[in-house]
C-alpha cells in the first residue's frame, strides 16, 4: 500500500485534528484516548495524537484496522470462523471508559468494501461483531463518556465519490471536500466551530421555546405532518456527556433534531437525494405515512432492499429522528452525495426511520417504557433519508393549532 497523502494539505490536516481534540472531544487534561482508524488514516493518527498530549492527554491508544486484512478473512478464512469476534478487545475498552477514558472514531473505509462477498459470511460477522462491541457501545450511545467521530478521504471512499478522476485527484478531492464541511479549509477553524455550535443551539433553543406539536412538510412530492413526541427536546451541535464533559460527538454536524411521535405521521414524503444504504443506492423514494406507520412505498431504484428494510421490525416502518438542516451549508455547498451518512444527513433536512435516541426528551432520566409511552419509537435499525431541498416550506403547529414558519425554501424561515 501506499500513502498518498501529498495530495492532502497538511495544515489542513492539523485543523481537523485541533477541532477534533478541543471541540469534538473537548478532551480533558489526564484523560486518556481509544482511539480507532483504518491504517490508511495514520497521517491524521499522528496529528490528533500530537494535539491529544498537548491538550494533556495522559494516555493515547490508537487501534488500527485495515481493508486488506478484513477481506483476507473473507477469501480464506474458514466458514465456522464468522460467528467469532474479539470481545476480549471491547470489554477491555468499556473498562477503559468507565476509567474515565475518551473515545475517537476516524472513518474512511471503502463504502463497497464488503459489496459481492458470502452474504451469510458479512451477515453472521456483523452479528457477531454488534454482540461484542455492545459492552463498549453502551457507553458511546448512552453517552456516558465524551466522544468523537471525524473522516478521512480513503482512497477506495474518495473514487465512488469521484469516479470520473484519477485515483490521487479523487482523494485530493474528497480531502478537499471533507475541510471544507468540517469548517477547517480556513484559519480560526476552532473559534468557527465554537460559533456554529452557538447558532445550533440558539436554533434549538428557538424550536424549544415554541413547544410544536407537530410539524407540516410541503413541496413537490410532499405534504406530510410529523408529530412530535410528547416531552421531546430540540438538540444540535454540543451536548453534554455524563462524564460531564461538553463534546461534539460528529464533525461535521448541521442538524438541529429530535424524536417525533412513532404513531402520530400523516401524509405523504418524496426523497430529496438518493439512500446510501448497504452498498445500495436507493433513489426516488416514495412514501405514504398514516397513523405513523408506511403504508406504502416505492423507489425508482433500489425498492427490494428498501423494502426489506421496512421489513426488519414493526418499528422500522416509524420515525424515530426529525433533523431540520438549512439548504444551504458547507455540506450541500459541496453538492456531493458522500455515500457516508455522517455528510450527507447533514446536507439536508432528514426523517430517520427506526429507533429514537433517548437523549431528545426534556427529561434525560426516561426509562426505555417512558420513552415508548412518550411516542418514542424503538427498532433494530436507524436509518437517515433526506426530505429538504430549496422547494421545501416547514411550518410548526402548536398544540392550539397556530402555524409558525420554520422553513421557507429550506432556509431558516426566522433570520
Ligand atoms: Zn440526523
Ligand atoms: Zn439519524
Redesign the pocket.
Known sequence: MTFTTHTIDREKLKRLADVAVKVGLNLQPGQELVMTAPVEALPLVREITEAAYEAGASLVTPLLSDDEVTLARYRSGTSDGFDTAPGWLYEGMAQAFEKGAARLAIKGDDPALLAGRNPDHVGRAAKAMSAASRPALNHIANFRINWNIVSWPGLAWARQVFPHLAPEAAQAALADAIFKASRVDQGGAVEAWRAHNATLAERAAWLNGNRFDALHYTGPGTDLTIGLADGHAWVGGETEARNGVICTPNIPTEEV?TTPHAERADGYVRATKPLSYQGTLIEEIEVRFEGGRITEARAASGENVFRTLLDNDEGARRLG?V?LVPHRSPISDTGLLFYNTLFD?NAAS?I?LGQCYAECFEDKTLSKEEVAQRGGNSSII?V?WMIGSAEIDIDGITADGTRVPVMRSGGWAQG
Open positions: 433534531f429522528e433533523a444527513e432528514h430517520a436507524h437517515d
